[in-house]
């Protein structure tokens, strides 16, 4: 069946911009997961849903960063105001329920210019 | 903080088993031990997971210390593509997020 998808798959702004990074899960699951990698660097958790909800926000790195999900599906992680250390790939995952095995999508590769 | 140690880096020889090792000594009676592993610019990919018994699946197999204490990785003929970074990692059934350690870079050559 069809894995977790990511959009776009590239993304290259230029600083103080704002940006959106979309996350589709595998149908079905209720846990969605944002992370974070740094280039050569392990992965960083950000923020995760528990259907719409998203009970722990403390892993955001500033309030630039946000994240909805809407229908128990789709998520957006959104940056306002991008800064150069932004720079990463964002990777989300899924689980059928929270803290269940995750399955990872391909990941966003965000450039700050 | 990552609850586990590897090693940096390994290498392994084109269709030999390749074992990982992953020490987690402050492992709690409720917590599994995951693998996962990440190609070079995708994102990580579920291998196996266990509580106390030994598993095994069509990727790999895992061996876990009676102690649990330590545990290995082990992919039994090892090909060019499984050339990963490896990560280990300890997780409650409930209540804690994945943490992802440094890993081990796996190079297998030919």
């Known amino acids: 069946g069809a894995g977790v998808s990511q959009s776009p798959s590239n993304k290259v702004t230029e600083k103080g911009k704002d940006v959106e990074l979309r996350c589709d899960p595998i149908?079905?699951?209720?846990?969605l997961y944002w992370y974070r990698q740094s280039l050569g660097q392990g992965l960083e958790f950000l923020i995760y849903f528990q259907g719409n909800s998203a009970p722990d926000k403390s892993g955001l790195p500033s309030d630039r960063f946000s994240a909805e999900r809407t229908g128990g599906s789709v998520s957006t992680l959104t940056i306002q105001r991008t800064q150069q250390e932004d720079s990463a790939v964002y990777l989300c995952a899924s689980s059928p329920q929270y803290q269940e095995t995750q399955y990872f999508g391909p990941g966003t590769r965000l450039l700050v210019l | 903080d990552a609850k586990t140690t590897q090693p940096p880096s390994m290498d392994c020889a084109e269709g030999r088993a390749a074992n990982l090792p992953c020490n987690h000594s402050t492992i709690s009676g409720n917590e599994y031990v995951y693998w996962y592993r990440q190609i070079h610019s995708q994102g990580p990919q579920y291998i196996i997971h266990?509580?106390?018994n030994n598993e095994t699946n069509e990727m790999a197999s895992l061996i876990i210390t009676e102690d649990r204490k330590s545990s290995t990785l082990i992919l039994p003929h090892a090909t060019l593509r499984d050339t990963a970074v490896y990560y280990c990692?300890?997780?409650?059934?409930?209540?804690?997020?994945?943490?992802f350690g440094p890993g081990t870079r796996l190079s297998v050559l030919p």
């Open positions: 990692i300890v997780r409650a059934s409930y209540g804690q997020n994945f943490v």
């Open positions: 266990g509580l106390k």
């Open positions: 149908s079905g699951h209720t846990a």
